[in-house]
């Protein structure tokens, strides 16, 4: 099974930037998309940004313009800036592969906090 770490998140305030990092490994097979998902409190968990392995790319409305996703080998960013309190939420990556999917697995995702 593929392993998927994220990093990058904390604190910063309205209009700040962040980028966040999540690193690919074990049983990585041939990845179709990758992808960062967010859940806020009391909130259902939405997909934020995807790019395949082509390298187009997809975003919530809400970030777009804001975020951006980038890949390298088994490794993708976002970066995000202008950012606002509503963008408050953990934070996760998932590795999507043609026929299945997004994996069913979620790691520990990273906290993402922006302060008015």
């Known amino acids: 099974q593929v392993q998927l770490v994220e990093s990058g998140g904390g604190l910063v305030q309205a209009g700040g930037s962040l980028r966040l990092s999540c690193a690919a490994s074990?049983?990585?097979?041939?990845?179709?998309?990758m992808g960062w998902f967010r859940q806020a409190p009391g909130k259902q968990r939405e997909l934020v940004a995807a790019?395949?392995?082509?390298?187009g790319t997809n975003y919530a409305d809400s970030v777009k313009a804001r975020f951006t996703i980038s890949r390298a080998r088994n490794t993708w960013y976002l970066q995000m800036n202008s950012l606002k309190p509503e963008d408050t939420a953990v934070y996760y990556c998932?590795?999507?592969?043609?026929?299945?999917?997004?994996?069913?697995?979620w790691g520990q995702g990273t906290q993402v906090t922006v302060s008015s």
């Open positions: 998932n590795a999507g592969y043609a026929g299945t999917g997004w994996r069913n697995y």
């Open positions: 790019i395949s392995s082509g390298g």
């Open positions: 074990g049983s990585i097979g041939s990845i179709n998309a």
